[in-house]
């Protein structure tokens, strides 16, 4: 089936399993601490800043590498390969060899020309909240209890996040049971009527 559809889309790249690809997600090991972290600055001016350039800082670019480090030892002990963060952010051309040789977060994104201009999602009602953290990090935490890996970072964004908007992400979100085709599984509340943005 790979070579089948790999000269219509020349960049794929062949995967070990469907879990290689899902805890590859840039998306739910990045925007989760951005939005958490940056809450109050979004809310106070409806999003009026920098996501990328001004809302990683140092601070919100470690807690990331925290992130990065669990999913990485999630990957690890369920035997599928992962690669860092910055590593797939510079594959992905969005940041400078300098800044991925440097190993900092927040300096890539600093140095990501590609998200240079995207301004902050105008409130916590949105993807970067409802389905990075509940179909993003809550399989990510599930997936590390099912493998004895703790994940306490992840878990703390998970709790703070459905605190934040009043969601309980650990029911409604994309749990093992859910994963499974469990009778009681259904789409999760989480996901649905929120804003779509950058």
């Known amino acids: 089936m790979f ?8 960049e794929i790249q062949q995967a070990s399993s469907v879990l290689e690809t899902a805890l590859s997600n840039l998306n739910a090991i990045f925007h989760p601490q951005g939005m958490i972290m940056n ?18 800082t140092d601070a919100v670019g470690r807690v990331t590498a925290a992130v990065d480090a669990e ?6 002990a ?4 992962a690669t860092p963060f910055i590593e797939v952010f510079y594959q992905a ?14 300096r890539a994104c600093l140095e990501s020309e590609p998200n240079k201009t995207i301004k902050s999602p105008s409130s916590l ?14 399989p990510l935490a599930a997936l590390g209890r099912l493998a ?3 994940t306490p970072t992840i878990d703390a964004l998970i709790q703070l996040a459905g605190l934040a908007v009043g969601i309980d992400y650990t029911r409604e979100g994309l749990t093992l049971e859910r994963l499974s085709g469990s009778p009681e599984s259904r789409r999760p509340n989480c996901c649905i009527s929120v804003e779509h943005g950058a």
């Open 148 to 150: 004895g890996v703790a």
């Open 71 to 76: 999913r990485i030892a999630v990957a690890k």
């Open 93 to 106: 051309g969005l940041t400078t060899k300098a800044a991925r040789d440097s190993g900092d977060i927040s």
């Open 125 to 138: 009602n949105h993807r970067y909240v409802h389905e990075d953290v509940g179909y993003g990090l809550v």
């Open 3 to 10: 070579a089948l559809i790999q000269p219509l889309y020349p």
């Open 78 to 81: 369920l035997g599928i390969p």
């Open 39 to 56: 809450a109050g600055w979004i809310q106070h001016t409806s999003g009026d800043f920098l996501f990328y350039r001004e809302g990683f």
